[in-house]
């Protein structure tokens, strides 16, 4: 027995031996699936959820998702998920799930065959195609917002395309625009590994985007040293892991940021080496503005002194001293991050010019370590909404309806005659649900999206839907199917082929794991039927210059490939054969995507992914803009922003004022209201509410006071509270030094429970430029009832 | 059944990942669908009858699912105070305590995916047919004096006690929890950790 022990002591010892010697080799990235015992079968996807991009392995057994881990193998999480992450399989298997098509008879949605709902789309849209929008989403595949755009852009010949990303990231988007030419952000996530200092402006990573939150916060247990700055409204769990908590007024992060730039500069700590090689500086509050001097913005500067910051800021000269000499030290590596707070904002886009200033005047941009970085809310916004184009301005690869050289491109690659793409800029998203109130446009087709419970003032927007001809494809019954003329049954996350691009520039492939339910159906197949359909009945601009369908793929051996049907559909790979069409696309702007067979064996590749000529690898680019990573920089530039509106290689400094918001508290409305996810649900809840882990450690909606407020009034925990504005009211219960503690003056209410929507309450003011509400603030009265 | 079996389970094991594995080098070629996607059963058809909650899951809804707090606590901000009660403990008198120390102790975070303040008998938002991965049963055995394999991945499972200490369930308590290096005698099964795929899968038959 002894000896026995000890054999296999010794075979245990080899087999751990031998194991440590073949780590060293390279990791094989194509080990995307694997079967374990038990018939079990795991596969690569991207999580469902946020814009993270998490990477999951997906427990599929019997045709059905049994589990979901994180991906070891993810560069991304390495193995981690959050909470909503590993229910993403449950999401999938709600009672309730939509199964088949239902239209509207006498009132009733009454269940219908594909035919008949795909027949009733089609002829609508043939009665009145100029007056039919398309409102989609951030959580849309790739390839699903890529058929969408070309069937309206190139179909119907109208722009009014727009998904609900305009709501979430058009601030981010404009703000990198007008400062370096090009959308999405320069940095990844592994500055965040490398950062001394991470800066958070108006986020709450600890719930919003809880794995990077854990990739800089669990830097500290491996010993390493994370200095966190909350720059916030309320307290929330991200505030206690923060080193220091700056609390501001409302609206005066813009006096924050120019506040930090002026005492830079002022004392002459700025970077100024970097300013000379890499800046314009640019006055004027649109896209175009006027050149100024590095004087005069200095001069113009001189409005934002500490004590003119505290006034309209709320924050302490000492405060913001602390922020300048952190941007002031030349060694230190710092992130700047944010999400909504500074994109759902009436000043979105200033507010992103403004803290690229204090990034690019400190010279921490560019750089490993040291980035200013935008955070999308959604697993796609990036890859699908702003990569695609799917906004009523926009075409595919970062091209714009408005240039006409753009629309050339795209109607020889869509081999369109001459002059098909509409001129005319669609409806952003609250203009395309203004446009339905009051009848300009008769129907819209709403896809992955829930603009019934999301809409900022819900009432002044969607009380009219029910009269228009409103098509939902949804998984479950919402508060937009209610309103809806025909529901179609969509297919759900790993129930189709699909891909995802997250807020580091990563496009990752999932195959189809299970089957979808009942009749569900994708998205995808979803339009191209309709266009099919319109088609056939006549319609001109579903016809490319030769006359053949608009989505013509032929197979191996000419023929055509029938996706339109069903039965067709099934059978091929529709991903692959838009998403290589629509590849074409993304060199113009040197998004330059990988193909669809790289990214198949890949954990996701961020672009721009360029192939090596000697080896023929396909090689992605962690940061962009940065010599010896970006294929696309001059050599010898070091860091050279080829987008540069001047096309000086250079990007610009804005100098845009602090403005008041539009609606501030006042003796009627006395506070300001703040919404928000939380970390449990997912937006509207439609999918989280549905798992029963998830719904039940957070199975309502609330109202956060700040305990102060809340002892003058009288309002303890589980109290009913009336919040009403000047556009609606909801009652929902206080809590009190709960999930977070907002400011003094100020309440926070979640928007994903569907029972009390607080976006009645909210306002629909917007960026002037990137056409986005500000959810974050608006007045309201508080009463206990 | 003696060493030499043992080794050839090993070697077994390795074979297994092997052919996993370079089934694993093509996941389905871009136009041909994945392997599951022909054969599946119809939407409702159940895996496992146990219903959730009613086996050692508990309030999980998968095997690999983190599990909620299962008890309340000061506020719900402050998930940091976690590892004051739940601190990876090392020493062996330290494990007679009935708190559960934290099998994965890199990471502090403990909020971000075991979810705070559940209510139990809360019934469901709308019902759900999700049926989840079960428990997965006991490891395999070279022969009956052999130690059994881990049966499960050991992925954020590395300090064995944290479920297998006194502070566990009965049922899977080490009879010996006074020995620390759990790992010495027993060994990962490569079948059951797919998402870390052992190395020696990887080096195309050279064992």
């Given at each position: 027995?002894?000896?026995?022990?000890?054999?296999?002591?010794?075979?245990?010892a080899l087999?751990?031996a031998s194991?440590v010697?073949?780590g060293?080799l390279?990791?094989n990235?194509?080990?995307a699936t694997?079967?374990g015992a038990?018939?079990?079968?795991w596969?690569?996807?991207?999580?469902r959820?946020?814009?993270?991009?998490?990477?999951v392995?997906?427990?599929?057994k019997?045709g059905r998702?049994v589990?979901?881990q994180?991906d070891?193998?993810?560069?991304?999480?390495?193995?981690?998920?959050?909470a909503?992450?590993?229910?993403a399989?449950?999401?999938l298997y709600?009672?309730?799930r939509?199964?088949?098509p239902?239209?509207?008879?006498g009132g009733k949605l009454?269940?219908?065959s594909?035919?008949e709902?795909?027949e009733t789309i089609?002829?609508?849209?043939m009665?009145s195609p100029?007056?039919?929008?398309?409102?989609?989403?951030?959580?849309?595949?790739?390839?699903?917002?890529y058929?969408a755009?070309?069937?309206?852009?190139?179909?119907?010949?109208n722009?009014h395309v727009?998904?609900?990303a305009r709501l979430c990231?058009?601030?981010a988007?404009?703000?990198m625009?007008?400062?370096?030419?090009?959308d999405?952000?320069?940095?990844?996530y592994?500055?965040f590994?490398?950062?001394d200092t991470?800066?958070?402006?108006?986020?709450?990573?600890a719930e919003?985007?809880?794995v990077l939150?854990?990739?800089?916060v669990?830097?500290?247990g491996?010993g390493q040293?994370?200095?966190?700055i909350d720059?916030g409204?309320?307290?929330?769990?991200?505030?206690?892991?923060?080193d220091?908590?700056?609390?501001?007024?409302?609206?005066?992060d813009?006096?924050i940021?120019?506040?930090i730039?002026?005492l830079?500069v002022?004392?002459?700590?700025?970077d100024?080496?970097?300013v000379?090689?890499h800046c314009?500086?640019?006055?004027g509050?649109?896209?175009?503005?006027?050149?100024?001097s590095?004087?005069e913005?200095?001069k113009?500067?001189e409005?934002y002194t500490?004590?003119?910051v505290?006034?309209?800021?709320?924050?302490r000269?000492?405060?913001?001293?602390?922020?300048?000499?952190?941007?002031?030290?030349?060694?230190?590596?710092?992130?700047?991050?944010?999400?909504?707070g500074?994109n759902?904002?009436?000043?979105g886009?200033?507010?992103?010019n403004?803290v690229?200033n204090?990034?690019f005047?400190a010279?921490k941009?560019?750089?490993?370590g040291s980035?200013a970085?935008?955070?999308?809310g959604?697993?796609?916004?990036?890859g699908?909404?702003?990569e695609?184009?799917t906004?009523?301005?926009g075409l595919?690869?970062?091209?714009?309806v408005a240039?006409?050289?753009?629309?050339?491109q795209c109607?020889?690659?869509?081999?369109?005659p001459?002059?098909?793409?509409?001129?005319?800029i669609?409806?952003?998203?609250v203009?395309?649900f203004?446009?339905?109130?009051k009848?300009?446009?008769?129907?819209?087709?709403v896809q992955v999206?829930?603009?019934?419970q999301?809409?900022?003032n819900l009432?002044?927007?969607?009380?009219k839907l029910?009269e228009?001809?409103?098509v939902v494809?949804?998984?479950?019954?919402?508060?937009?199917?209610?309103?809806?003329?025909?529901?179609?049954p969509?297919?759900l996350?790993?129930?189709?082929?699909?891909?995802f691009?997250?807020s580091e520039r990563?496009t990752q492939q999932?195959?189809?794991?299970?089957?979808p339910?009942?009749?569900?159906r994708d998205?995808v197949w979803?339009?191209?039927?309709?266009?099919?359909?319109c088609?056939?009945?006549g319609h001109?601009g579903?016809?490319?210059?030769n006359g053949d369908?608009?989505?013509?793929?032929?197979d191996?051996?000419?023929?055509?490939i029938?996706l339109?049907?069903?039965?067709?559909f099934q059978?091929v790979?529709?991903?692959q054969?838009?998403?290589?069409?629509?590849?074409?696309?993304t060199?113009m702007?040197?998004?330059a995507?990988?193909p669809?067979?790289?990214?198949?064996?890949?954990r996701?590749?961020r672009w721009p992914?360029?192939?090596?000529?000697?080896?023929?690898a396909w090689?992605?680019?962690?940061?962009?803009?940065?010599e010896?990573?970006?294929p696309?920089v001059?050599?010898?530039r070091g860091?050279?922003f080829?987008w540069?509106k001047l096309?000086?290689?250079?990007?610009?400094?804005?100098a845009?004022?602090y403005?008041?918001?539009p609606?501030?508290?006042?003796?009627?409305?006395?506070f300001w209201?703040?919404?928000?996810?939380?970390?449990e649900?997912w937006?509207t809840?439609?999918?989280t509410?549905?798992?029963?882990?998830?719904?039940?450690?957070?199975?309502?909606a609330?109202?956060e006071?700040?305990?102060?407020?809340?002892a003058?009034?009288?309002?303890?925990?589980?109290d009913?509270?009336k919040?009403k504005s000047?556009r609606?009211?909801?009652?929902?219960s206080?809590?009190?030094?709960?999930?977070?503690?907002?400011a003094?003056?100020?309440v926070?209410?979640?928007?994903?429970a569907?029972?009390?929507l607080?976006?009645?309450?909210?306002?629909?003011a917007?960026?002037p430029?990137s056409?986005?509400?500000?959810?974050?603030?608006?007045?309201?009265?508080?009463a206990?009832? | 059944m003696?060493?030499?079996?043992?080794?050839?389970?090993?070697?077994a094991?390795?074979?297994?990942?092997?052919?996993?594995?370079?089934?694993?080098?093509?996941?389905?070629?871009?136009?041909a669908?994945?392997?599951?996607?022909n054969?599946?059963?119809?939407?409702?058809?159940?895996?496992?009858?146990?219903?959730i909650?009613?086996?050692?899951?508990?309030e999980?809804?998968?095997?690999g699912?983190?599990p909620p707090?299962?008890?309340?606590?000061?506020?719900?901000?402050?998930?940091?105070?976690c590892?004051?009660?739940?601190a990876?403990?090392t020493r062996i008198?330290?494990r007679?305590s009935?708190i559960?120390?934290?099998?994965h102790?890199e990471?502090?975070?403990?909020?971000?995916c075991h979810?705070?303040g559940v209510?139990?008998?809360l019934?469901?938002?709308r019902?759900?047919?999700?049926?989840?991965?079960?428990?997965p049963?006991k490891g395999t055995?070279?022969h009956a004096y052999?130690p059994?394999?881990i049966?499960?991945?050991?992925f954020?499972?590395?300090?064995?006690?944290?479920?297998?200490?006194p502070s566990g369930k009965?049922r899977i308590?080490?009879p010996?929890?006074?020995?620390?290096?759990?790992?010495?005698?027993h060994v990962p099964?490569?079948?059951?950790?797919?998402?870390?795929?052992l190395?020696?899968?990887?080096?195309?038959?050279?064992l």
């Amino acid at each position: 027995m002894q000896t026995n022990r000890r054999e296999f002591l010794r075979q245990a010892a080899l087999a751990f031996a031998s194991s440590v010697l073949a780590g060293a080799l390279p990791r094989n990235l194509g080990a995307a699936t694997a079967e374990g015992a038990d018939g079990l079968v795991w596969h690569k996807a991207p999580c469902r959820f946020c814009g993270t991009g998490c990477g999951v392995m997906v427990g599929v057994k019997d045709g059905r998702v049994v589990a979901v881990q994180g991906d070891l193998e993810n560069p991304v999480n390495r193995g981690l998920l959050c909470a909503k992450g590993y229910h993403a399989g449950v999401a999938l298997y709600g009672k309730d799930r939509l199964t088949t098509p239902l239209i509207r008879k006498g009132g009733k949605l009454t269940p219908a065959s594909w035919d008949e709902a795909i027949e009733t789309i089609a002829k609508e849209v043939m009665r009145s195609p100029a007056t039919f929008a398309f409102y989609g989403s951030g959580q849309w595949t790739i390839c699903e917002g890529y058929v969408a755009a070309k069937f309206m852009k190139a179909g119907l010949g109208n722009n009014h395309v727009d998904p609900n990303a305009r709501l979430c990231m058009a601030s981010a988007v404009t703000g990198m625009n007008t400062t370096f030419g090009v959308d999405e952000p320069s940095g990844c996530y592994d500055d965040f590994d490398l950062a001394d200092t991470v800066i958070l402006w108006g986020n709450n990573p600890a719930e919003m985007h809880p794995v990077l939150w854990s990739r800089i916060v669990d830097r500290r247990g491996k010993g390493q040293k994370v200095e966190v700055i909350d720059l916030g409204t309320r307290r929330t769990r991200s505030t206690e892991e923060a080193d220091h908590y700056i609390e501001f007024t409302p609206q005066g992060d813009l006096a924050i940021a120019n506040g930090i730039c002026h005492l830079l500069v002022k004392s002459g700590k700025y970077d100024q080496d970097w300013v000379q090689k890499h800046c314009n500086f640019r006055k004027g509050g649109d896209t175009e503005g006027e050149p100024m001097s590095f004087a005069e913005y200095a001069k113009w500067l001189e409005t934002y002194t500490p004590e003119f910051v505290q006034k309209v800021a709320g924050v302490r000269p000492a405060q913001l001293q602390l922020l300048a000499d952190r941007f002031a030290d030349p060694g230190r590596k710092i992130v700047s991050l944010w999400c909504m707070g500074m994109n759902q904002h009436t000043r979105g886009t200033w507010i992103n010019n403004l803290v690229y200033n204090v990034h690019f005047l400190a010279g921490k941009f560019a750089k490993p370590g040291s980035t200013a970085f935008s955070l999308t809310g959604q697993p796609s916004a990036c890859g699908t909404c702003r990569e695609v184009g799917t906004f009523g301005h926009g075409l595919p690869g970062g091209r714009l309806v408005a240039n006409e050289e753009h629309r050339k491109q795209c109607e020889d690659l869509w081999k369109l005659p001459t002059g098909r793409l509409n001129a005319k800029i669609g409806h952003h998203a609250v203009a395309m649900f203004d446009a339905l109130q009051k009848g300009e446009l008769t129907g819209c087709w709403v896809q992955v999206t829930n603009p019934a419970q999301s809409m900022p003032n819900l009432h002044g927007h969607t009380s009219k839907l029910k009269e228009r001809f409103l098509v939902v494809s949804d998984v479950y019954p919402t508060v937009t199917t209610d309103l809806a003329t025909v529901v179609l049954p969509s297919a759900l996350w790993v129930e189709k082929n699909g891909m995802f691009g997250n807020s580091e520039r990563r496009t990752q492939q999932w195959f189809k794991l299970v089957k979808p339910p009942g009749d569900a159906r994708d998205d995808v197949w979803q339009t191209v039927a309709v266009a099919r359909k319109c088609f056939e009945l006549g319609h001109p601009g579903l016809k490319d210059k030769n006359g053949d369908f608009l989505f013509t793929f032929k197979d191996a051996a000419g023929k055509v490939i029938e996706l339109w049907k069903w039965d067709v559909f099934q059978q091929v790979n529709a991903d692959q054969l838009l998403f290589t069409e629509y590849r074409e696309f993304t060199m113009m702007k040197k998004y330059a995507l990988a193909p669809y067979e790289a990214l198949v064996k890949s954990r996701g590749m961020r672009w721009p992914v360029v192939q090596d000529k000697a080896t023929g690898a396909w090689r992605e680019t962690p940061r962009r803009f940065i010599e010896g990573e970006d294929p696309f920089v001059e050599p010898g530039r070091g860091v050279d922003f080829y987008w540069g509106k001047l096309k000086d290689h250079k990007a610009l400094v804005w100098a845009r004022p602090y403005e008041a918001p539009p609606e501030v508290p006042d003796k009627e409305y006395p506070f300001w209201l703040c919404t928000g996810r939380v970390l449990e649900h997912w937006h509207t809840g439609t999918m989280t509410r549905r798992v029963p882990q998830l719904h039940r450690a957070m199975p309502k909606a609330y109202v956060e006071l700040n305990p102060e407020d809340a002892a003058r009034l009288n309002i303890t925990t589980g109290d009913s509270v009336k919040i009403k504005s000047r556009r609606g009211e909801v009652v929902l219960s206080a809590w009190i030094n709960g999930r977070s503690t907002p400011a003094r003056g100020a309440v926070f209410v979640p928007f994903f429970a569907e029972e009390s929507l607080i976006n009645r309450v909210t306002l629909e003011a917007h960026c002037p430029i990137s056409k986005e509400p500000d959810y974050k603030k608006c007045a309201v009265s508080i009463a206990k009832v | 059944m003696n060493l030499r079996s043992l080794s050839l389970l090993l070697a077994a094991l390795a074979v297994a990942g092997l052919a996993r594995f370079s089934a694993a080098e093509n996941p389905g070629t871009a136009s041909a669908p994945p392997p599951a996607y022909n054969e599946q059963r119809s939407f409702a058809q159940p895996v496992r009858e146990t219903p959730i909650g009613a086996s050692r899951l508990g309030e999980r809804s998968f095997l690999g699912a983190p599990p909620p707090m299962p008890h309340t606590f000061a506020g719900d901000r402050d998930g940091r105070y976690c590892l004051e009660c739940h601190a990876r403990v090392t020493r062996i008198e330290k494990r007679q305590s009935a708190i559960a120390p934290v099998p994965h102790a890199e990471f502090s975070q403990c909020q971000q995916c075991h979810i705070s303040g559940v209510n139990k008998i809360l019934a469901p938002f709308r019902e759900t047919l999700f049926l989840g991965l079960d428990q997965p049963g006991k490891g395999t055995r070279a022969h009956a004096y052999a130690p059994p394999t881990i049966p499960h991945k050991t992925f954020m499972r590395e300090n064995c006690v944290a479920c297998h200490g006194p502070s566990g369930k009965q049922r899977i308590a080490s009879p010996h929890p006074y020995r620390s290096q759990c790992q010495q005698c027993h060994v990962p099964d490569a079948s059951k950790n797919y998402d870390r795929p052992l190395p020696w899968a990887k080096l195309g038959g050279e064992l």
